[in-house]
């Protein structure tokens, strides 16, 4: 039984990490869960519950750093509603038509267009989809690397 839980934190940990360029998984809470799902199995014997509840807080912010960080990013680069709306609509569709390449690929050009259709200036157009693309970078290391902590407090947790 404890391998079965051991192999299923494992899939839901990689699962988490391809969630963090994928938007249809919830990448950080499917890792979180998968520390979770050992912790309890485990009586929180070798992940206490501290660490599993500052895990989950941290699952939390990762929320407030999807939505913050193409804002910030945007607004450094002076995009407006419509760069930002271009590049969440360009997301969706980017990933939709191209995968994973969509993923970088779709808001980049929607940002592109939203700016360049409401302002007609190709060089503010291209700071702005610049802007959005870097906070959402940001935000996609910063999910990672957590989910890489998580992973190795779990594998430390094995040994």
Do not use: C, H
């Not at 799902?37 to 895990?55: H, K, P, Q």
């Not at 969440?88 to 994973?100: E, K, R, S, T």
């Not at 700071?127 to 430390?156: E, P, T």
Request: charged letters at 10%.
């Amino acid at each position: 039984m404890e391998i079965l839980v051991i192999v299923l934190a494992f899939v839901l940990i990689g699962f988490g990490l391809i969630g963090v360029f994928l938007p249809l998984l919830p990448g950080v809470p499917l890792a979180w869960l998968g520390i979770f799902i050992y912790a309890i199995t485990t009586n929180f014997e070798t992940l206490s519950l501290r660490t599993v509840l500052i895990f989950l807080v941290l699952t939390i912010l990762t929320f407030l750093i999807d939505f913050l960080a193409p804002i910030i990013g945007a607004k450094k680069y002076q995009a407006t509603k419509s760069g930002i709306a271009g590049a969440a609509l360009g997301f969706v569709v980017g990933v939709v038509f191209m995968g994973p390449a969509g993923v970088l690929l779709g808001p980049l050009a929607g940002a592109f267009l939203g700016e360049y259709l409401s302002d007609k200036d190709s060089k503010r157009a291209i700071k702005a989809a610049i802007g959005i693309m870097i906070g959402f970078l940001v935000g996609s290391v910063i999910k990672a690397a957590l989910i890489f902590i998580m992973l190795g407090f779990f594998i430390a947790a094995l040994f």
